[in-house]
T-cell receptor, first 114, second 109 residues
Framework: DTGVSQDPRHKITKRGQNVTFRCDPISEHNRLYWYRQTLGQGPEFLTYFQNEAQLEKSRLLSDRFSAERPKGSFSTLEIQRTEQGDSAMYLC????????????FGEGSWLTVV | GQQLNQSPQSMFIQEGEDVSMNCTSSSIFNTWLWYKQEPGEGPVLLIALYKAGELTSNGRLTAQFGITRKDSFLNISASIPSDVGIYFCGMQGAQKLVFGQGTRLTINP
């Protein structure tokens, strides 16, 4: 399977705990994106990387959220001191830089904060 | 900010019927994308449109990039039960992809 892969697929955590999600993009893709999706809504942009550089962050990405892509390959999204409002599906996607930049999504990581 | 309106929000149809949904934008973008999402899964790309006026098919799916570059539609012909899901349009700029609110398709056999 050469698509975008995410791990874990599901995570249940207690409020206040930290969680980390990992994303492995399609191997030749230099752009990597994180989105958040809540029930009944479309995915909302959080942040994206061009290689290892984080180029844009949404206002949705509070200071409890941090994303890294240290070697320009896989990425991690960490949420510290989780709150119930963080419960959502966290989607990772990847693409090539423009002009060939169709974005492909992973299957998502479901987070439930109890 | 970028506004993207997708309609209808939901559709209830009989198996075999044709389906049409559309998206309009307040801004001009160079790429329109249509995705389908099933419960618990990530969005799967159906069709990508890169030029104004472009009409592209993928099996029973047909999508068009509007001439004004501010709208797009997706048609599904002769719907079948596995077409059930949520369909999202997306406008892709140089940096990121913005999604519409989605159209939830339900099919009665």
């Amino acid at each position: 399977d050469t698509g975008v892969s995410q791990d874990p697929r599901h995570k249940i955590t207690k409020r206040g705990q930290n969680v980390t999600f990992r994303c492995d993009p399609i191997s030749e893709h230099n752009r990597l994106y994180w989105y958040r999706q809540t029930l009944g809504q479309g995915p909302e942009f959080l942040t994206y990387f061009q290689n290892e550089a984080q180029l844009e962050k949404s206002r949705l990405l509070s200071d409890r959220f941090s994303a890294e892509r240290p070697k320009g390959s896989f990425s991690t999204l960490e949420i510290q001191r989780t709150e119930q409002g963080d419960s959502a599906m966290y989607l990772c996607a990847s693409s090539l830089s423009p002009p060939g930049n169709t974005i492909y999504f992973g299957e998502g990581s479901w987070l439930t904060v109890v | 900010g970028q506004q993207l309106n997708q309609s209808p929000q939901s559709m209830f149809i009989q198996e075999g019927e044709d389906v049409s949904m559309n998206c309009t934008s307040s801004s001009i973008f160079n790429t329109w994308l249509w995705y389908k999402q099933e419960p618990g899964e990530g969005p799967v790309l159906l069709i990508a449109l890169y030029k104004a006026g472009e009409l592209t098919s993928n099996g029973r799916l047909t999508a068009q990039f509007g001439i004004t570059r501010k709208d797009s539609f997706l048609n599904i012909s002769a719907s079948i039960p596995s077409d059930v899901g949520i369909y999202f349009c997306g406008m892709q700029g140089a940096q990121k992809l913005v999604f519409g609110q989605g159209t939830r398709l339900t099919i009665n056999p």
